[in-house]
């Protein structure tokens, strides 16, 4: 499982929607992790920090095997 944290700066005004994605390196998506490569994440008012949850897909990967990828 990997955590990322995606903090708003310059403000929490208003809602607001980002794209984000993930980038291929050792990880590949579908392969060892759910397939997350591109999603949108939304802030309310007020809000300034979101965690998302990538989770490795547990039929291909063994917990030790380490993988990267980059966001």
């Known amino acids: 499982?990997?955590?990322i944290t995606i903090n708003r700066i310059?403000?929490?005004n208003g809602a607001v929607t980002?794209?984000?994605q993930t980038q291929d390196d050792t990880a590949r998506p579908t392969q060892d992790f759910g397939n997350v490569t591109q999603t949108s994440l939304?802030?309310?008012g007020?809000?300034?920090?979101r965690t998302e949850?990538?989770?490795p897909d547990p039929q291909?990967?063994?917990p030790k095997?380490?993988?990267a990828l980059a966001v």
């Open 1 to 3: 499982m990997v955590e």
């Open 10 to 12: 310059d403000g929490s």
């Open 18 to 20: 980002i794209d984000w």
């Open 42 to 44: 939304s802030f309310v």
């Open 46 to 49: 007020g809000e300034t920090s």
């Open 53 to 55: 949850i990538i989770t």
């Open 60 to 62: 291909l990967e063994t």
């Open 65 to 67: 095997t380490k993988k």
